[in-house]
């Protein structure tokens, strides 16, 4: 039953939002929110992935090393 009332209440959430965002006095309001929240999420989303990006190369090194190792003995 939590399921059906999770879709229900979704449905309603998205009818009302697309409802409300349609005034044209709140269109403006919206890309203003959007214009100051899209750079921000796209600097801390390029940071995640850069800092990602280098534990992934230092666990590539880190294992060539290793395998390194493994073979001269």
Same mark, same amino acid.
């Given at each position: 039953?939590?399921? !059906? @009332? #999770?879709?229900?209440? $979704?449905?309603?959430?998205?009818?009302? $939002?697309?409802?409300? @965002? %349609?005034?044209? /006095? /709140? /269109? *403006?309001?919206?890309? %203003?929110? @959007?214009?100051?929240?899209?750079?921000?999420?796209? =600097? !801390? $989303?390029? @940071? =995640? #992935?850069?800092? #990602? $990006? =280098?534990? +992934?190369?230092?666990?590539?090194?880190? *294992?060539?090393? +290793?395998?390194? +190792?493994? +073979?001269?003995?």
């Amino acid at each position: 039953m939590g399921k !059906f @009332l #999770a879709i229900i209440g $979704g449905l309603v959430s998205i009818i009302l $939002g697309i409802r409300f @965002l %349609t005034p044209s /006095w /709140w /269109w *403006r309001d919206f890309l %203003t929110v @959007l214009k100051g929240s899209v750079p921000p999420m796209l =600097i !801390f $989303g390029g @940071l =995640i #992935a850069l800092i #990602a $990006g =280098i534990g +992934e190369v230092k666990d590539a090194i880190a *294992r060539a090393k +290793e395998k390194k +190792e493994e +073979e001269k003995k």
